[in-house]
């Protein structure tokens, strides 16, 4: 043990969950990272993994992934400075939970404390293990009820593991504490189609929030009790990208197809709805109840939320709710109690969104990557745009979050090409880099190294 605490010591930062410390995307103790790399250039190794798109985190000499195999749910602990697999473990489970392609079993990101390492699947639950490899706890959850699957990673605070499920029906979030594994609080949420990863906020007094984006609004919760403590309305339906903070702004994009300014569409209240539709007065509305003006653009699953083919009043209303709704980024300053939608949202920006990847702040500006690779700098402090241009070379959709350290952007594409800006509201392309193969995972970031997995494998890059 002594060694192992030794080892972990040698390492000067840790990237310890989804976008390193509290999700912010950035090293700020690196210095030399290579601008040009790729799968023979500037690999310090290069270690075969199983399918997944969950990405690295760092603790000491660790990396921590999860990954799946059959019905095994995975969870992978590699040797920092070599890539050697020290230890594998595996949760057997053939529970398959509804999934859109893209989503994966092992999609969400574990999290670490430096002693142990949380991990969460939507087949199983949560789970912990020791630096080691020595099972901690194990915790069921679900089923979910989920239109694309539940995805958000796990965060820790305050000696807690927290986890956001925000399904279609039986929304909510959790508290368990980090090391019995034992629920500390669990609260509802009137949320559907979540997929985002919350975040930690400490304020200057009182006990750690944790701010978690939903369905047309972000609500943060005492860490103590679960109880809420303020919220920010006007958020769009399904939020993928996770929040960052920056000082004591908060800042959030969130995307969903139907949303974007000038394609709101006003619909009648639920009773007015059932007066004219409901013809046989059963209380539901059926798809073929409906007049055409009133039918949704997508697919009667996505409103449907309990899955039994007709309409509620409750599902009906989120429908509603969803055409008003505008896609936005959002500056919001942190605090406050209650409702401070009026008093605390600084700016929105509502052009060229990103669906999944996470805003970045870096130097006083925000940097937005949407899908077709269009890349847009926004001013921090009042959300004018700085730049906005499309990646050329890398014109593709992107999943994975931005990173920066030392001036640089790092961002990586689906069809696995990680083109490298400089961190300036007029950026430039420095490098595209290709791996010729898919990249869902976000880089992980610390000691002059980049993480970068692929869908077969797991890279160091550094300068050689």
Request: glycine letters at 8%.
């Amino acid at each position: 043990m002594r060694a192992l605490l030794l080892s972990l010591a040698a390492w000067s930062a840790d990237w310890p969950q989804l976008r390193g410390p509290n999700g912010s995307g950035l090293c700020t103790t690196c210095a030399n990272l290579p601008t040009e790399f790729g799968p023979s250039k500037n690999v310090v190794w290069k270690t075969a993994v199983p399918e997944g798109k969950s990405s690295p985190v760092l603790a000491g000499n660790r990396i921590f992934l999860t990954a799946s195999e059959g019905e095994d749910l995975l969870t992978i602990a590699l040797d920092r400075t070599t890539g050697k697999i020290l230890w594998r473990r595996a949760i057997r489970t053939p529970k398959r939970e509804h999934q859109n392609p893209l989503n994966h079993r092992a999609a969400p990101t574990p999290v670490t404390d430096g002693k142990s390492v949380y991990v969460f699947f939507a087949d199983f639950g949560l789970a912990a293990y020791g630096i080691d490899g020595d099972e901690k706890w194990r915790l069921q959850l679900g089923p979910f009820n989920s239109q694309h699957g539940i995805v958000a990673s796990p965060v820790v605070a305050s000696g807690r593991v927290v986890l956001v499920s925000d399904g279609d029906t039986d929304a909510f979030i959790i508290a368990v504490d980090a090391a019995s594994g034992k629920i500390a609080w669990k609260r509802p949420r009137e949320v559907i189609n979540g997929y985002s990863t919350p975040i930690v906020y400490q304020p200057p007094k009182g006990p750690a929030q944790v701010i978690a984006p939903g369905s047309y609004q972000l609500t943060a919760y005492s860490i103590e009790d679960g109880a809420t403590q303020w919220l920010v309305r006007g958020l769009t339906c399904q939020p993928k990208s996770a929040p960052v903070i920056d000082g004591e702004t908060l800042y959030f994009s969130g995307w969903t197809p139907g949303n974007d300014a000038g394609e709101q569409v006003d619909l009648p209240v639920f009773t007015e709805v059932a007066a004219k539709a409901d013809t046989n007065r059963d209380g539901k509305l059926a798809q073929s109840e409906l007049p055409k003006p009133w039918q949704p653009t997508g697919t009667w699953r996505a409103i449907d939320l309990d899955r039994d083919g007709f309409l509620n009043e409750r599902e009906w209303t989120f429908f509603r709710t969803r055409r008003a709704s505008r896609n936005a980024a959002f500056a919001i300053k942190l605090g406050g109690s209650g409702d401070v939608t009026n008093t605390h949202v600084r700016w929105r920006y509502e052009k060229s969104l990103p669906d999944v990847p996470t805003p970045l702040v870096y130097d006083d500006v925000v940097f937005l990557f949407r899908n077709g690779g269009i890349a847009t700098s926004l001013d921090a402090k009042t959300g004018a745009v700085v730049k906005q241009s499309r990646l050329t070379g890398a014109i593709e959709d992107y999943y994975a979050s931005p990173v920066a350290a030392a001036g640089r952007i790092y961002i990586a594409s689906e069809h696995g090409k990680v083109v490298v800006l400089s961190a300036k509201g007029d950026w430039e392309i420095l490098a595209i880099n290709d791996f010729d193969a898919p990249i869902y995972a976000t880089p992980a970031v610390a000691d002059d190294r980049l993480f970068i997995r692929t869908s077969g494998a797991l890279y160091a890059i550094g300068v050689q």
